[in-house]
């Protein structure tokens, strides 16, 4: 487990207080998204698909603080479009850390090594740079020669410099499971602080529609892709619950918490969730109370839900599940193997 040992215990500190204040629904990672533009055309991803007069729009600081305060996550996720692109991401950052919330800055690396002088190094910042693979593949899954080598140089010059930085990988269809393990054994001795792993998903608004993996395909991948991880021969440090992990090799059967990974943009807070685009609310209570939630997820028969397994809908279920008592010693043995 790569999470650090402050994010750990004030994240766990606030899943004991939900519990007992005896909340259903809570969020656990806001998906802050200051804005849809973006430097690449990925082909995993439609953001930039959003027509000209909402690409142009961002959101205000002002606008990012609110919808933090109104949610209460203590984790904030920064995607985009490209966050460094926005022209007060800085500020941004600045507001969150200082609101002591744990904050990962997604971004392609473009503009990285450039924008660093912009930033402090904290305990609650962290780079989470795209990284699909190794060169060749991930400058195919962006479609432009030269960003792998780009991405790298720009997590050397962050790491020199004292941040932390983490991976974010979505695995697709035709991955090779040695090839993803060359590439876990590359950005490890690169110094990285984590890795974090997700299957595709069908993304309706992504040109490419034909590499996203069904439920199946995903845990006989992930089965074969860790299974150095799961026999202890290799050590990588995931960014992730060791339950989630456990959930894509098909170990656990979990059901989403849609709500718990909820995502506001210029448009508001999107319905359900990140990944399914069917309207906005005006407001976070707005959401969780109008919201059908027996309509989403893989049990509710939602054809759209049918072959989720990223880690926005699932991750926050794995974190919930670490905090029942017969978990409780493994999630501690994590902690304690993080703190040697």
């Not at 040992?5 to 656990?28: I, N, T």
């Not at 976070?284 to 893989?298: I, K, P, V």
């Amino acid at each position: 487990m790569a999470v650090s040992m402050l994010q750990a215990l004030e994240v766990g500190k606030y899943l004991v207080a939900q519990r007992l204040k005896g909340r259903k629904r809570f969020p656990l990672v806001l998906m802050l998204e200051p804005l849809f533009r973006c430097n690449l055309a990925c082909s995993g991803c439609g953001k930039i698909q959003h027509p000209v007069e909402v690409l142009r729009q961002h959101l205000t600081p002002e606008q990012c603080f609110a919808a933090v305060e109104e949610c209460g996550a203590p984790v904030v996720s920064i995607p985009g479009g490209e966050p460094l692109m926005h022209p007060q991401i800085d500020e941004i950052v600045k507001g969150l850390v200082e609101r002591k919330k744990f904050v990962y800055l997604c971004t392609n690396a473009i503009l990285l090594e450039k924008s660093l002088d912009k930033f402090q190094p904290s305990p609650y910042l962290s780079f989470s740079i795209h990284l699909d693979g190794l060169r060749e593949h991930h400058d195919h899954c962006v479609d432009r020669k030269g960003v792998f080598d780009i991405a790298v140089s720009a997590i050397k010059a962050a790491k020199a410099r004292g941040f932390r930085v983490t991976t974010n990988t979505t695995v697709f269809e035709g991955t090779d499971p040695k090839e993803m393990q060359e590439f876990f054994d590359f950005v490890t001795d690169l110094g990285i602080d984590g890795m974090m792993i997700s299957p595709g998903y069908s993304y309706e608004w992504a040109p490419d529609q034909e590499h996203f993996l069904g439920r199946a395909q995903t845990t006989a991948l992930f089965r074969e892709i860790l299974a150095p991880y799961r026999s202890g021969q290799k050590q990588w440090n995931f960014n992730l619950s060791p339950f989630f992990l456990d959930f894509l090799t098909g170990d656990k059967d979990y059901e989403c918490t849609p709500w718990g990974s909820p995502s506001y943009s210029v448009l508001g807070w999107q319905k359900p969730c990140y990944l399914l685009n069917e309207g906005h609310y005006k407001s976070f209570a707005e959401l969780l109370e109008h919201t059908d939630w027996s309509e989403y997820g893989h049990r509710s028969g939602n054809p759209k839900c049918a072959d989720c397994m990223v880690h926005c809908g699932y991750e926050p279920t794995a974190a919930m599940d670490a905090m029942e008592p017969t978990n409780v010693a493994r999630s501690l043995g994590s902690m304690l193997g993080l703190a040697r």
